[in-house]
């Protein structure tokens, strides 16, 4: 190995789309061996993923000084260190090593209190690289963290596309039946509601199944009672063989309020599962098609989407057909071989990101029509 790279994440929580993001790139990093820290509580199903036993995993509890002494170890022993999701991106910045951070989405609540931009900006400042993993996540940071934008580097997210080649093998359905089905937590940025909502307008036919869990869902469940629709919604609460879920529906819709990416919506297209999501942020990058996008929260624009995909063979045979060529351009291979090259590019230790020396010029990757760097 070339180099080594420590990777810092709040947990791995087995339906988290930066979580597996961080386990698969550790797996298949070829110039530089990987470790991953995990601090936050027990949420770590992904350790229990025999896809992933070859990870070198360290579990920190903060109340044990011998997995702090481990930790310190292996990122004082790394070349680069990468940190992944707030709140690991304030606590790694004071560390004295050299280090990335990854910015996985559009939007944050922080930024909505405008008294902490100062601070943020000085956050992200005490790292020697910053990446987004799309467009439009760069284009919301560097408005926050001006003049910090020609900083910031495109590194788009990527899965294992030879993972979901058992997902595309589907059997005739026998009772009749269309089953919609999404990825996610039970969270205020990914709108289940929506879907739910939905099915009020579609032929009974239609079902909608959710893999997935969090504080939202008791609201899902409530709303589907409400509109009559308990039948036709289910749960598969946490699902750990994503391939297997996917295999079982035949339309995966996203309909968050915002993403960074959609690595979720990759793995459906990968399952060559027709997608229809919001026309949000990172969303709006991976299915760049106007037919098989919708405005965010509204149900009506979705049904008729799905109507149509439900009504008409060719359309759903055009829509699997996209969703199949689309999905080879996000290969995991080439999201880990973009990192690497930034790892390659900090690694001699040029000086931090300073908004002071935001003006002073830094190493580049491929020069984008945006002032900020994109290794796409």
């Given at each position: 190995m070339a180099g080594s790279v420590v990777h810092i994440i709040n947990d791995l929580n087995g339906n988290g789309?930066?979580?597996?993001?961080?386990?698969?790139?550790?797996?298949?990093?070829?110039?530089?061996?990987?470790?991953?820290?995990?601090?936050k509580g027990a949420n770590h199903e992904l350790l229990e993923d025999k896809a992933f036993a070859a990870v070198t995993i360290i579990a920190v509890k903060l109340t044990s000084p011998s997995s702090i002494a481990r930790a310190w170890r292996a990122m004082r022993a790394a070349d680069v260190v990468h940190v992944h999701l707030f709140p690991s991106l304030y606590f790694c910045a004071l560390l004295p090593f050299r280090k990335i951070y990854t910015e996985h989405n559009t939007w944050n609540r922080r930024r909505a209190r405008r008294w902490l931009r100062g601070i943020e900006r000085w956050v992200y400042g005490r790292y020697d690289g910053v990446a987004a993993i799309s467009a439009p996540v760069r284009d919301h940071l560097s408005e926050w963290l001006a003049p910090m934008a020609a900083k910031i580097h495109i590194v788009?997210?990527?899965?294992?596309?030879?993972?979901?080649?058992?997902?595309?093998?589907?059997?005739?359905?026998?009772?009749?039946?269309f089953y919609i089905g999404m990825v996610g937590s039970f969270t205020e940025k990914k709108d289940q509601e929506t879907i739910v909502r939905a099915l009020q307008r579609l032929p009974d036919k239609v079902h909608a199944v959710f893999a997935g869990v969090g504080e939202r869902r008791p609201i899902v469940e409530e709303l589907a009672g409400a509109l009559g629709l308990q039948e036709r919604v289910h749960f598969s609460g946490l699902v750990r063989d994503i391939p297997a879920f996917l295999s079982q529906i035949d339309l995966y819709v996203q309909s968050s309020h915002w993403e960074g990416f959609g690595v979720a919506v990759v793995e459906a297209m990968a399952s060559d599962l027709p997608v229809l999501v919001s026309d949000v942020g990172g969303l709006a990058v991976v299915v760049d098609n106007d037919d098989y996008r919708f405005p965010a929260k509204n149900h009506g624009q979705l049904a008729d989407r799905i109507r149509e995909l439900t009504s008409d063979d060719e359309k759903y045979r055009n829509a699997t057909a996209y969703a199949r060529r689309r999905a080879q351009g996000f290969s995991i291979d080439r999201t880990v071989s973009c990192y690497e090259d930034l790892y390659a590019l900090i690694k001699p230790g040029p000086p931090s990101l300073t908004a002071a020396g935001a003006?002073?010029?830094?190493?580049?990757?491929?020069?984008?029509s945006h002032p900020s760097q994109d290794l796409r």
């Open positions: 789309g930066a979580e597996r993001l961080v386990v698969e790139m550790a797996q298949r990093q070829a110039r530089f061996s990987a470790t991953v820290i995990v601090w788009e997210n990527g899965v294992s596309l030879d993972r979901f080649a058992s997902a595309r093998d589907r059997k005739p359905r026998e009772d009749g039946l003006d002073a010029g830094a190493p580049r990757f491929h020069r984008s």
